[in-house]
């Protein structure tokens, strides 16, 4: 694979590194924590490809994305499940962690379904509770292209090899920037 692969993941990483340090300091730490996991597995492949490593770091960048896109959308999942006031996000964090590896480790067939699951959850629980973020739309229709993206481009027959790994990943970049900032909050003069 040449070393235009890692343009496509050098996104993902820009994305992520603005956007996680955006909702940090708004005080949305799973969210932030989510944009970190997606973030660092894209890093791996910007290494992999950009230096020259394809064979030697296939197998990391292929279990971080797997890993760490799980503990992804089971952070934003749990944004919207937990009531902010009692959420203890060290915890969540951790048992996020544990959960996604004890699937990664020892139920591998499930980790496809569990992430697609996670992302239609999140969809449908940003709709349900929308909580105090701008606009509504933004989540629910970023969790949605995600799942889609992952269903029908991440491997699609009728793309060239190319093509499909840079749609994927310039159509996540562009969800996550989306999910951000449907997940910041909304200014206090606009409430």
């Known amino acids: 694979m040449p070393a235009h692969y890692a343009l496509s993941d050098a996104a993902i990483v820009l994305v992520t590194i603005f956007a996680g340090n955006m909702l940090w300091r708004n005080d949305r730490i799973l969210p932030a924590f989510a944009m970190a996991c997606f973030g660092v597995a894209a890093f791996i492949g910007v290494v992999r490809f950009g230096g020259g490593l394809q064979v030697e770091l296939a197998a990391l960048h292929a279990g971080a994305s797997q890993y760490l896109g799980l503990a992804g959308a089971l952070a934003v999942v749990s944004h919207y499940l937990f009531p902010a006031e009692d959420r203890k996000e060290t915890g969540i964090i951790a048992a996020i962690l544990i959960a996604a590896f004890a699937i990664f480790w020892f139920a591998q067939p499930f ?8 992302l239609a959850i999140a969809c449908v629980v940003s709709i349900v509770r929308p909580g105090a973020s701008r606009p509504l739309w933004l989540v629910p229709i970023a969790c949605a292209v995600m799942l889609a ?4 481009i991440r491997r699609a027959p009728w793309l060239d ?11 996540i970049a562009l969800a996550l920037a989306a999910l951000a900032q449907g997940l910041m909050p909304v200014p206090r003069s606009v409430r």
């Open 161 to 171: 090899e190319a093509v499909a790994w840079h749609a994927y990943h310039v159509v």
């Open 111 to 118: 980790l496809g379904p569990v992430f697609l699951l996670a």
């Open 149 to 152: 993206n992952t269903l029908f």
